[in-house]
């Protein structure tokens, strides 16, 4: 079990819906991460929060909406998105920017 | 300047057998070089990591070996058991990457080691 917990799990959604992907770590980092990644690729990086605040955004889609209520927290807020955007999104986080990075187990997104 | 090249694509070995995954970088900027190792349906799991002041690093089975001059770093699994059947990415993170945390990730490679 991997001490960065996501929810769901699964997650099967419509291009008109609107969904959130949950991430939460209770481990004291105080940097967070999203990656998308495609079935044998590795992942790429999407947003990168660091002490609550955003510190980089990889020219994501506005269709994509980070969001880091608290420092264990970090959500991703999904809205019209395409058939491509399937993939498993994994969270990540770790102590600071410079330390080493630990993932969850995903969410897998497939969008009908 | 930002890509992490990683060699085999795949890689098939018997069981007690070693298995040997190299990478190469180009920014000599980089200052940090982990091993991520992921089982189907799972999140890449850290498995190693080594920063460039050291030429090898080992942790049980798995060790790194780092060699600045060529900007090449490789991993070492030994005694490989079928269980150690998994995708491997190497990355490379640090000052090359601005600091910011961003991983720069090879394109993986998967392990099948052979009863």
């Known amino acids: 079990d991997t001490e960065v917990t996501q929810t769901p799990k699964h997650l099967v959604m419509g291009m008109t819906n609107k969904k959130s992907l949950k991430c939460e770590q209770h481990m004291g980092h105080r940097a967070m991460y999203w990656y998308k990644q495609k079935a044998k690729k590795p992942p790429e990086l999407m947003f990168v929060?660091?002490?609550?605040?955003?510190?980089i955004n990889e020219s994501v889609p506005s269709r994509f909406s980070p969001e880091c209520p608290n420092s264990s927290l970090l959500n991703l807020h999904l809205h019209a998105l395409q058939p491509e955007d399937s993939a498993l999104y994994l969270c990540?986080?770790?102590?600071?920017?410079?330390?080493?990075?630990?993932f969850g187990d995903g969410t897998r997104l497939s969008i009908l | 300047q930002q890509q992490v090249k990683q060699s085999p694509q795949s890689l098939i070995v018997q069981k007690g057998g070693i298995s040997i995954i190299n990478c190469a970088y180009e920014n000599t900027a980089f200052d940090y070089f982990p091993w991520y190792q992921q089982f189907p349906g799972k999140g890449p799991a850290l498995l190693i990591a080594?920063?460039?002041?050291?030429s090898e690093k080992k942790e049980g089975r798995f060790t790194i070996s780092f060699n600045k001059s060529a900007k090449q770093f490789s991993l070492h699994i030994m005694d490989s058991q079928p269980g150690d059947s998994a995708t491997y990415f190497c990355?490379?993170?640090?000052?090359?990457?601005?600091?910011?945390?961003?991983?720069?990730f090879g394109q993986g490679t998967t392990l099948q080691v052979k009863p």
């Open positions: 080594i920063r460039p002041d050291v």
């Open positions: 990540a986080s770790s102590l600071d920017r410079s330390q080493p990075q630990h």
């Open positions: 990355a490379a993170s640090g000052v090359g990457s601005g600091n910011t945390g961003k991983l720069i």
């Open positions: 929060y660091s002490y609550e605040k955003l510190s």
